[in-house]
Structures are given as C-alpha cells and as structure tokens.
C-alpha cells in the first residue's frame, strides 16, 4: 500500500482522536450505516484534497464503509493532523500528507491522487479540480467544499476545461449556513485565543467581510465581549451589520481603532502597509479566509524591522514605527491552524452532505458542470440532525399544505 | 376629486405625522428630488392596495412628484391611519380606505381604486392583483411588496391569468432581510408592549416559524430578555434556529411552557383549540403573518365560554377549563394594529425599492410573469441608506476584482 | 369620604385594568390573601405618595386587605392613570392624583394626604418624608421605593430631622436589581417606541449612565439592535460598560454621532447646550431619570428659534444651526410619561418588598434612620416569584452547608 | 540562591511568555515604573502562593522592582507553567514549583515558601495563610486574591488565628467584576475548547451557580450559541437567571438534558453520582470552581467500568448503564488547566490591585483581621486601565456634586 506521511506510529492517538470525532458526527456515523450495508461505492476509485483531519477520517471511513478506495492529500500545507493520517493509513487509506508541506511537495501530493483512474474527486478548495482540470482527466464526478473552490470550479467551467459533473456541496444550506457561520465563527475565536490568550471582552475586534464566515466571525466576537467594526465592499452587506448593531467603516478608518483584525473576504490585500501602518501598538492579525493572501504577510515581511516567533502561532513585527504588530500562523487559515478546524458537529453536516453527494453522482448521470446539491438530500441531512439531537418538529397538515398553495382567501 | 375616507379634517394631524415619517426615509426623499426634477412617472395612473401609513404617504408623494396619479385603497381593513388618509386626500391623491371597514367596503376598496385605466398595480399582499387578474385588467406592470403576495401572484402567473409583469419588491435584498427581520422584529414586539404592557424578560415567548419574520422576533424577544422557543416545519430552519440558541420543539410542546405566542409562518391553523387547551392560564396570542387564521380565531370563539375586551387590542377568553387565554387584535397583523406597523426606516428601503421598480417598468417592456428587481437597484438603495447614516464603506480594486475572477492562484 | 381625582366615571375601565396587573402580580396576590386573613395592618393609617399607577392599585389594595386605612398622592404630576384613581376611589382609598397637576397642586396633594395622624408613609421619590420632616410629622414608620428617594432620605437623617424608621426598600435586591435593571431598561424603550415609532436597529443610542437602569436600557437598547454608547463619570461603571462590549467616552463626543440620547444618572445637566449644539439633525432626547432636569429642558427652551409638538410626547425643537432635536415627554421619565411605567411583573416584587415591609415595621421598633430590608423577607419575595413561575431550585444538603462554613480542605 | 522548579533551560521561552504578558498589562507596567522609581518595597519579604503564570511573573518582578525580596510557591499544583517558573528564577526570585506536583509536595514548597522571616504574605486560595496562621507566623500584613480564600480567612478571624491584617483584593470592584466575570467567564470556555473541540453552538450548558463566575460562563456559553441552563441554591439569583432569559431548574432536572456542565458554586457535591446517572451518553463535566470537589470525581471514579484518557485534558468514563462521560482536567479548575487562566487583560487590574495592597500595608498600621481594598485604589486601577484604552469619561462639575449632595429640589 502506497502512502507518505509523516509518522506511521502516530495512528494509536490519531484513532483515539478519531472515535471523539465519531461521537459528534451522528448523522455521517448513521450514513455509514447505511453504506455499510447496501455498499453504493462499491468499486470506486475517490482522489480527494481535504483537511486531514479527525473529522475528515469520519468522512474517509465512510466511504470506505460504502465500498470506495480513496487517495487523499491535504487541501492545506499546514493543517494535517499527523497522527489522523497515520490512522487512517493503518486503516487502508492511500494518504499523501503532513503537517508543514513545502509547496512542491503539496502540489506533488495532488498530483499523486490524481494519478491512475478516479471515479470521484472530492475537493476543499479546488486545487484538486483545477490540476485534473488541466491534466485533463476525467471522472464520474466530483465534489467541492468551499466557496472559494466553487467560484474556482465555475470560472473552469467557463473556460470549457470542467469535463465532468461538481456538486457544489458548499451551496448545500446545510453547509454554508452551518459550517461557514457556526464552525468557522467558533473556530477563528478559537484559534486566536489559542494563538495568544488575550481577553476579547473590551477589545475592538475588526472583521473584513460581512458574508457567512464573517457574520459567523463577528458573532463570536460580539459573543465574548468585543465591540466589533466590518468593513465591506458590498453595500447591502453592509448595511446588514449596521443593522445587526455592528459599526462600519473602511478599513483605513478600522485600522486605526482595532485590536485584533480578522479577514474573511475571499479577497487578496484586505490589510496592506498602508493599513498597517495605522495600527495601534500590539494590534493583532489573523486570517480566516482560504488562502494566506487577505493579510498582506507580503507587505508585513517587507516593512518590519524585526520579526519574532513570540508563541506557538504568533509572530511579532515591529514596524518602522516602533510599533509591533502580531500575526497569527502566519496569516494561514486561523481555525485550522492555530485551532483544530470547525468542530466536529458542523463537519458532521457537510460531510453528510459530501458522503450522500458521491452517491447521488452515482446514482444518476448528470452533464458536466457545476451542479447544486438537491434540496431533499440537504433537508434530509438537516432532519438527521434534529433526530440525533432528540428535537421533533411540527409537519403540514394536508390543509396546510392545500392553503400554502391556493391563492384563494 | 373622488375619495372615502373617515375625516379630512384628521389631515393636519396626519400631516405632522408624515412630516415625521420623510424625516426618517431619507433614501425615498432623495429618490423624490430626482422624480421631481426628471418626472419619469408622467401621466401614469397607478391602482395602489397599500397599509395607509405615514411611510405610504411618503411613497405616494413621491410617485406623485414623478408625475403620477394615484387611486389609493387599504391592504387591511384595521390598518388604516385616518389622518393620514386625509392628509393624503388633501395632496390630490384618490383614497379609499379608513380604520375599521367591513369585509365588503374592503373588497369594494380595491374594485373602485381598479376602475378604470391603471398603468400600474402596486400591491401589498396580493389582493388587488388577484383582483386585477380576475376582472381581466391589463396593466404596464405591478409591484408586490410582501412574501404572501409574491406567492399569490406566483399562482395566478401558473394559472396564466396573470397578464402584466409583477417586480417581486418583496424578493429585493433591501426589502426582504430588513422589513421582514428588523420592521416586523421590532414592530411585533413594540405591538405585544403596547397591547399588554408585560414585561418580556423572564418569560417563555414561542414564535411559531422561522423564515425572516419569525426570526426577527425571536432576536427581539430574546434581546428584550426572554427565553425563545421556536416551532418550525422546515427542518433546515429548525436547525437554524437550534443553532442560534433558541429552543426547538413541536407546538403542543411549546403550548405547555409558552407565556407568549406569536404566529410567522404565512400558514393557517398554527394554533388551534389542541394548542389552547394545553396552554397555562394567562397566556398571550399574537399574530404576526399576513391573514387572522394562524392563530385560529375561529377555534378560540367556539369553546370560549366567556369574552372581554380588557385593553385596546387585548381580549380576554375564559375556557372551558377555567383558564384565561388574550388574544391580541383580534388575531390580525399585532404590529400593524396594535403598534404602527414597520418603523418608516425600513420602509425607507422596501418604498425605495418601490418607487425605482415603477421606474424600472416604465422604462423597459418585461414579459408577463413574476421579476426580481434588478440587484444593481437593490445595491443602490443600500447605498444610499449608508450614505444617509454617514457610512462609508470600501470598494474593490481592479486588482481584487481581477483576483475575484481568476481561478489561477 | 374625600378625594380629589379627574373623573369617578373612568372606574371601570380601571378596573379592568387593575384585572390585567393583579394577573401579573403573583407575588403580591399571594401576600394579599395572607394579610386578607390575618390583618396585620389593621387600625393603620397609611399615607402613600406614588404614581397612581395599575399596580399601585393591586398595592393599595393589599394594604387595604390587610387592614390599613390609605391616603394616596401621586409622585409624579404626569404620572397617575385616571382611570385607575377612578377606581381606587370606588374601592374606599382616598386618592388625591390626576394627570397633569400642576406643581401646586402637586404639592398641595402631597400635603391633603399628611394631614392628620398618619402611622406609615409609603414613598416613592422622597417628596413626602421630606415634607414630612419639614412639616415635623412622625410616624411609626416609612418606606421609600427608589434611589433618589432614599439619598433624599438619607440626607434628612444626616441632618436630623428624619424622626422615624425607613425602609430603604429600593435596596433590597429583588427590587433595584429587577425594577431598576428590567422594569427601566424595557420600558424606557417602549416609551421611546410609542413616542417617536423610529427604528432602534442600526441607530447609535447614547445612554448617559450606567448603574443598574443605565445598563437595563443599554442592554434593552442594543437587544434591539441599537450600538450603544456609554457616558459614565464614576471610572469603575465605565469600564464594567466597556467590558461589556459598549463604547465609552464622553457626552460631548457621543453628542456628535447619538441619534437616540437617554438619560439615566440621577443627576442634572447631563445633556446641556453645548451638547445639544453638537447633535445630528434629528437627534432624539429622553430621559428616565427620576426628575426633569437630566436633559436640561431650560437650555433647550432657551436656545430653540422654534417648537412644535409633533406627536403625543414629541416635541420638535429647532435650534439656532437650522438642526432639530425631539424632546420626549417634555423631559420627564419617558417610561411612566410616554409608556406605562414598570411592566407589573417587577412591580410584583417591590411591591410585595412594600407590603412586606410595612408589617416588617409595624412588627418590632426600629430606630429613627434609613433600614434595610432584612435578606429573609427580599429571599421569600424571590423565592414566591419562582414558585408563581413554575421554577424549583436545589437546597444545600447539610453537608454542603458545614462545607461553605469550614475552611479546613 | 534557593528554588525548585522543573528545569532552569525553559527560562528563555518564559521570557517571551512574559513579555507578551507585560504587553497586556498595561496598568500594572505603569505601577512598575512607580515602584521602580519609589522603591516602596525596598527591604521587604513576601512570601507569595500563586498560580506560576505569566501574569503572575508580571507580578513579581513589579514587586521586586519596588525592592521586595520574593519566595513563590504554587497555589494550584497542575496551574504553574514551568517555563514562566525558570524565567523568574533567571530573574533572581525563589520559586518552588513544577506543573504536576503531588499533593506532599504542594504543601511542603507552601512551607518552604513560608520560613524564615516573612513581611508580607500573598495568597490565592488561602493555603497560604491558613498555614501561616496553625504555624503562628506573623507579617505586616497579606493579600489574598480569591472569593473561597476570604472566605477560608474570615474563618480563621473568627477563631481568632489571624494575627496580621489582610486585604481581602478578591473584593475589590477592580477584581471580582472582571477577574470572576469576564476572566473566568472566557477562559473557562477556552479551556472547555481546547480540550474538546465541540461546538457550542446548538448546544445545552448547563452552569451551576450564578454567583459572578456563573453568570461570567453563561453569559460567553450563550455568546458562543448555547442554550444556557442555570442550576442555583439562592432565590434571588436564581431569579436573576430568569430575567437574563436564562433556564433555571434543579440539577437533577438539568442532568437529563445538558451536553456540557460547568460547575461554579465554591461548594462539593455540586454534581454526584444521581446526577451523572441520569445524564446523556456524552455528557461532558467541566470545574470551574476552585476545589476539584464540585464535579465528584469519587462518585465517577466509584461507578465508572472503565476510563480513558482520550485527549489532553478529557477522561472519558463509561458508566454501568453503558452511556459515556468525559471529565475534563480531572475536575481540577478547567480554565487553569485545560487553558491558560484569566487573560492577562483581568490579571492586570486584580495585580495591580495586590501591587497597591501591599504599598498600602506598608504605609500604615492596619489592625489584624480581614480589610477592604480602599475605593480609592480600586477607582484608580480602573481609571487607569481606560487610559490604557485610550478612553476619556466625563467628570462632575461642582454644581452636579452638589445636586447629588441635596436633598432639595
């Protein structure tokens, strides 16, 4: 069996750590019973770039149970849980990753997965998509994760080089209004207070982007205390956290009262020099958008004086201006990195997602493309998850059902 | 001139009001000063089925100044400001509405503000469109401003008889995730205080219904210090909501332990005489959907065995088992009859949207059928309000937007 | 028998209303049915200055019950609901209150009920013990209901006058950490919201004040949407504020950006020309202080070019710059003048603290001076308020007591 | 020079620990540059039992600036971070104490700690003083920085041991209403994250007791999306719970249904054996009290069939009905253990409070027994930390002091 990782002894904690996983992930552990017994991946080759995580071995597992043989690289140079690799390669995963990936050996272990026939590719980013995109393989077809990769995914399909059908699992209401707002909302605090323990009540805490992940964001931050300030590119996002009792401004106005920023655009150079250069002495960085590209690291490496690892997670510079400022995992993925992801909870969704994506593709031959996740799959999820919560809900009467059609009063 | 009103002596009271409400809806009243200098409604005849509010003033004065005449009726027979009807008759504009009609002079309402040659239907909850379609009157277009509507109309469109092109006002971004979650939010609430004057905090509110009204109120109850029970068909919005903190549970459940109701869901029948039995003495009925029959009125008259009215708005029902239950306004819209409806804030906004969208008709020939509202309309209005509060926000740079597009990292 | 009210007619529509406050006051109907069946109170006459309110009457009503013969004033000009004196009235109290007294007649009021020998007075602001004290009026005892009242009172002792026993019942728990906090902050918002219908969400709220009814209303103000700014002068309650997530600084910079102003500081001149001169066109003013002297009224008066009342408790001021500010109320505590006061639930338990601590004085002999409610009563009060809602609490098993006492690990 | 710690080598990152400490602690580095100038401290010996932090560090070397001579031992032994002891004993002060020292081995360094001559005693938890008290130390005077210290110490006056003055810092405005709310309020949190990963969005917690670190955690629990369910022994602040929209119920109710308990009562037996019985597989227990007493761990010991430890911090114990609960940092205080205790933001109003405690015993003779910080510091540390924030409050004028001052309207 073929993988590279970084420690095969590691696989006796990596299980321990993948069974509490297991305990909050009911609704993927009951999809594994189910594909346990009715076997619907049965002969199927699956490449997929994701986290390598406790969470993700669930997912691997499951579709293990349900008859698949899977490769499976990281989606992030920096977030594989070493010791959940080696378990899930003890278990018969073909895993090509490790913590702290240069970029050669990142894109060379998905190109690994990618090599020899694939059914299925299942992607957190669409690095994935876009390498098999351009080596021009085929596939069943595939999924993807994230915004981020959708929007990547799309603009291939606009190129014409998309050959094959791409749920986009993200849009799956399940997902995104779980996981973008409540796993990446608690994750991002989680990590900053892992990074550096500071006290949020009292703080300004700043938040570039007014979408899912940034609402999830300031949330949490209001949550533990903070004053928050958005800043937003897009008018009626805007006007949705003026509404919902946050401060907006621009950001050269944000840089100058902020004590810790957080970015969650999508975007590349949210805080730049000329924001930086604003900042308050003992300002704090952090980035919890896909790529390592909103905060400027680029600018901040430039411009400092001096630099130094002050705790796990957190670098100091000091500016021309005497001032220091404080980045986070290096303005990596802050959930991930300085913390340990979204939570198995929100994971448990969109992974359910993911699982009964993969065989929906296989269950009937959609044209290539960018396609949604049905709605009945994402209900089906969400009520799995009320179920497993011990929650009933009230159902439509056939009267309620006649009267929400008619338009007759 | 031709109108029916209650008093047009009310009009100087309702002309301070109005004064009040354009001091408060600075969006329209810049919109005004453009329709007044460049008249893009110019000899049209608009039919409008509105709330006549203050805010509607505001609307009706500014599609005046664009040159239009206008044949105003009631989208609710106890929704009616009297003098702000009269203020409006004494700006030359045709009302046919007070506080307090029958079902017949409602009905009769609408069919004389339809006599005759209309351009333009504006609506607002569908009535007068169902209307329209059923006399067979033909139309440039209509506007609908509330979710009821749209669904209504939506029917009429698959049973073609709907003949002109309706803008769904009410699927704008700047309607829908403001009117709905922050006008009715506050406004139901400020409804229940008005009607009962109890203190919110300490009690057990249940909201029946999640969509935007629904959780607007859940978010004010709970601001205003109440536990929140939500009860809910769609199992995606019942996790929502578990997600958000609120308590989660079938009504019968909720009728148990509930101090507060108050009915969202656009459904008939949410609370009927199963629920009310159960509930404890001194509970509260409020409803905050479209139509009187989410809290089934009918059910509470038929096993009552006595009936007060004990505050404006509040009506006491003894039942069978000697426990009292008050039914605020009858069961129709609370924040419309018990407060004054939406703040004018917001209906800055929906009314915005309004007055571009009659513009929007004009202005181009759409197929019959229900439209969205263009989002470069819907982003103006934002922007606009935030120019208003003195918000300024920041805007992309060709670098960013090339990033946004590029699939290539 | 003698009284002075505006109409004995308006007694049934009071009544009806005292019916819908005994319903949510649990507590003092529970008392009232133990003073109905031993008649503490018997022989006692009681003389009461307190807004003539529809929990007043559930009050006097119980003190009547258990035996006491009452004079009642009102302490507030602005305050009584005639149709409440009506009714007491009829119930055989002798009520001196009517809307809208002038100040003679105010005091003159306060005097009638004096007059002659009295054993208790019951009151609410301080106006009453301190005539008392001038007049040289003893009394077995006394109770005072708020904060300004027992500083008042306080400053009587220090100077020796005070020549009976106070219960300071403001400073049992279970009134200033409820009535102040809950009672103040959500009806002062309602009384906002039924003066001027504007949208709370997205406006900036400045709260001058934050003790216990500073931060009810600043924690009321922004669980409706509102970022609220904290003005304090004492630096500990200031940084509770900004740990809290609210902005603080001073009133001369938050005048510049408040759209709502509420004063809650005990104090005058809080929010004075220079203010007012730095305030947004449109800015609102309201006060729920004790007196009318928060918001200088005087300097608003004295600077205005014009004045207009726009709506029941809106007063439109336009100042020398061309700006208008709102006055609500007239400056008056805009929860008793614009809304109705504390919702009964609270008065429940400082009312129940009154009645209790009425028989609590006419139990044993306490010395001339401020008291304070023994714990034991305030903990039953609280406990009953449970018990009417339905809650159970643990108990400390002997074991846990001896180990709260011991400090041996 | 005299210390046991764990090893000298980790001196250099405990140095970084605490430089990032000083950044946050604004308020105590400004007292540091006082002391440094005054040398108040010069000639004296402390003997010191706190938690071996970082902030603690901050601490000491500010003593020591001001000339004091300091032995330290641990007042918690699994709190100390043994890179933060190796640093201080670089920087000259004698630190007894290791992360994971037994429990012979916490007391005898609390008796190194204590011999020889000793002026001032400084104390977190009161093992300290107790033992300075059986073995009949004297000192000018001591500090102690915790509620269940004062408590422990207030006995030993009553049994009339206490034969130095000590000042009770836990009381201080500065301290409890920071340090118990919002420092334990978070950390504790932190530490529940660290150690579990769950989400807590969704989810039941459960705290018991709403003294202020109760209503700390449940305000963060709900902050970070939790339904919040307090158990209480006190009516009234039970009834607080109530009115902050909070579930109050007995703990043998709260059993069935939490996900996550946090004990916070200062009391034993908080959770035993009938309660865990009851709870649901998966239940997850938490301490944030400062006795590993409150979540019995003799009952879970008693009952488990088996444990594991399954992550850092989280035991996982099966009990005999089948169902699973995981114990985090062995009942022992969650945010100490599990996380890094109060931010340093708290530590820097609660230490520079101790800093001026012992100023203040130092300038005057204090009879022996239990003293109050006076408001005096109290109120500067807490204008002090607003300027450190950059935030102005306004000031009374003479003629606003003097309206306090009257009683004369």
């Known amino acids: 069996m073929s993988y590279k990782i970084r420690d095969i002894s590691f696989a006796e904690r990596g299980e321990r750590s993948v069974k509490w996983a297991e305990m909050h992930m009911p609704v993927l552990m009951r999809?594994?019973?189910?594909?346990?017994?009715?076997?619907?991946?049965?002969?199927?080759?699956?490449?997929?770039?994701?986290?390598?995580?406790?969470?993700?071995?669930?997912?691997?597992?499951?579709?293990?149970?349900?008859?698949?043989?899977?490769?499976?690289?990281?989606?992030?140079?920096?977030s594989t849980q070493d010791d959940v690799a080696a378990y899930l390669v003890r278990k018969g995963i073909h895993v090509f990753a490790w913590r702290g990936e240069t970029e050669d050996e990142y894109y060379s272990a998905i190109k690994t997965v990618l090599s020899g026939h694939r059914d299925i590719t299942m992607d957190d980013g669409g690095d994935l998509t876009v390498m098999a995109a351009r080596i021009g393989i085929n596939a069943i077809g595939g999924t993807e994760e994230t915004t981020t990769g959708v929007i990547r995914i799309k603009a291939l399909e606009r190129e014409g080089i998309l050959r094959y059908p791409v749920i986009a699992v993200n849009n799956a209401e399940t997902k995104w209004e779980f996981d973008n707002v409540h796993g990446t909302g608690q994750s991002a605090l989680d990590g900053i207070l892992r990074a550096t323990n500071v006290l949020i009540a009292g703080k300004t805490v700043?938040?570039?982007?007014?979408?899912?992940?940034?609402?999830?964001?300031?949330?949490?931050?209001?949550?533990?205390?903070?004053?928050?300030?958005?800043?937003?590119?897009?008018?009626?996002?805007?006007?949705?956290?003026?509404?919902?009792?946050?401060?907006?401004?621009?950001?050269?106005?944000?840089?100058?009262?902020?004590?810790?920023?957080?970015?969650?655009?999508?975007?590349?150079?949210?805080?730049?020099?000329?924001?930086?250069?604003?900042?308050?002495?003992?300002?704090?960085?952090?980035?919890?958008?896909?790529?390592?590209?909103?905060?400027?690291?680029?600018?901040?490496?430039?411009?400092?004086?001096?630099?130094?690892?002050?705790?796990?997670?957190?670098?100091?510079?000091?500016?021309?201006?005497?001032?220091?400022?404080?980045?986070?995992?290096?303005?990596?993925?802050?959930?991930?990195?300085?913390?340990?992801?979204?939570?198995?909870?929100?994971?448990?969704?969109?992974?359910?997602?993911?699982?009964?994506?993969?065989?929906?593709?296989l269950s009937r031959k959609l044209d290539p493309g960018v396609h949604e996740l049905p709605r009945e799959i994402d209900a089906r999820v969400a009520y799995l998850k009320l179920e497993s919560m011990g929650i009933s809900i009230d159902s439509l009467s056939d009267e309620q059902k006649k009267y929400l059609e008619s338009w007759m009063i």
Chains 1, 2, 3, 4 share one sequence.
């Not at 199927?44 to 293990?64: D, G, N, P």
């Not at 980045?327 to 991930?336: D, F, Q, S, T, Y």
């Open 31 to 78: 999809i594994r019973r189910e594909f346990s017994a009715d076997k619907p991946l049965k002969g199927i080759k699956i490449a997929a770039c994701m986290h390598v995580t406790k969470e993700t071995a669930v997912l691997m597992e499951t579709l293990q149970e349900g008859g698949a043989e899977i490769w499976l690289s990281a989606s992030n140079p920096l």
């Open 206 to 361: 700043v938040v570039a982007g007014f979408g899912h992940v940034g609402r999830g964001i300031a949330m949490r931050a209001r949550g533990l205390g903070a004053r928050v300030v958005i800043t937003e590119v897009d008018p009626i996002r805007a006007l949705k956290a003026v509404m919902d009792g946050f401060s907006v401004m621009k950001m050269i106005e944000a840089a100058k009262i902020g004590d810790i920023f957080i970015t969650a655009t999508g975007n590349k150079d949210v805080i730049t020099e000329e924001h930086i250069m604003e900042m308050k002495d003992g300002a704090i960085l952090a980035n919890a958008g896909h790529f390592d590209v909103e905060v400027s690291v680029r600018d901040l490496e430039k411009i400092a004086t001096s630099k130094t690892d002050l705790r796990e997670n957190l670098t100091e510079y000091t500016l021309p201006n005497g001032k220091r400022v404080y980045l986070i995992a290096k303005g990596r993925l802050v959930n991930l990195v300085a913390a340990e992801g979204h939570p198995s909870e929100v994971m448990d969704m969109s992974f359910a997602d993911q699982a009964l994506a993969v065989r929906y593709l």
